[in-house]
């Protein structure tokens, strides 16, 4: 049987995701659509299938992936606190393009690699990831592709790079190609602090200040990692940052 499954067709869109919830349950690597980039999913809890993600990458520690949910509950329970600030970004542009990190409950038994005790979090505007994640709880998911190269558009693209080292490929057809926008709201809840953006893709800046106002660090005093070209789509998203290394969907 096919690695990859048309989710055009109704009978391969079943066969699919029963295929899809399988292979996350055996530590095993999916890549789904999203409304971004294809990513590459494994499950969040299991740190073996986070460092098979990585490898598949050619990714380190350094560089740890992004965690998908279906929902404000999920957030909620994945980070120490939901700033208000951090709810109304949710309120905005949730299911959508924006990753935030935010400080990790402490008491999660996970290991995502080196991320200095932060969570990057998304919630996918795609039919598909979000009833996958509905299914599976939160994955770790990272921009379908080796790292260095343009992300995975199609799935067709995402099986040439990544091959055997996913089992189960979802295709939905042609995504988009910007990457989300990621910011950093980790020092909101010190004196002083603001939101920081660390890459923009598909949620502008001024689509940002509309909800947050002067709680937007300025422009000239963000770190001075501004957006790339959307075609290669691995950035930053939390833990140490080096100006580099690759981005996620």
């Not at 990057?120 to 509905?134: C, D, G, K, N, T």
């Not at 099986?159 to 190609?177: H, I, T």
């Not at 709201?185 to 660390?198: C, H, I």
């Amino acid at each position: 049987m096919s690695r990859i499954h048309d989710c055009s067709d109704d009978t391969e869109l079943l066969i699919g995701m029963r295929m899809a919830r399988a292979a996350i349950a055996r530590g095993e690597l999916v890549v789904i659509p999203t409304d971004t980039v294809y990513g590459v999913a494994a499950d969040a809890f299991s740190p073996r299938a986070v460092q098979r993600l990585l490898d598949a990458k050619g990714r380190t520690r350094q560089s740890p992936p992004p965690v998908l949910v279906p929902g404000i509950h999920t957030l909620e329970a994945l980070a120490a606190e939901v700033p208000d600030a951090v709810r109304d970004l949710v309120e905005a542009f949730w299911p959508g393009g924006l990753t935030i990190v935010l400080p990790a409950q402490p008491s999660l038994a996970w290991d995502l690699g080196d991320t200095d005790g932060t969570v990057a979090v998304r919630m996918p505007s795609h039919h598909i990831a979000l009833e996958l994640l509905e299914e599976t709880g939160p994955l770790a998911v990272s921009s379908a592709n080796l790292t260095g190269l343009p992300a995975a558009t199609t799935a067709a693209e995402a099986e040439r790079m990544l091959g055997d080292s996913v089992s189960s490929y979802l295709d939905a057809g042609p995504s988009g190609d910007t990457a989300s926008t990621i910011v950093d709201a980790t020092r909101l809840q010190t004196p002083g602090g603001r939101v920081t953006v660390l890459r923009e893709g598909a949620i502008s800046r001024a689509q940002l200040v509309e909800v947050l106002g002067d709680l937007l660090e300025p422009l000239d005093a963000a770190p001075a990692a501004s957006a790339e070209p959307a075609a290669n789509p691995d950035t930053p998203t939390h833990g140490t940052p080096p100006p580099e290394s690759a981005r996620d969907a």
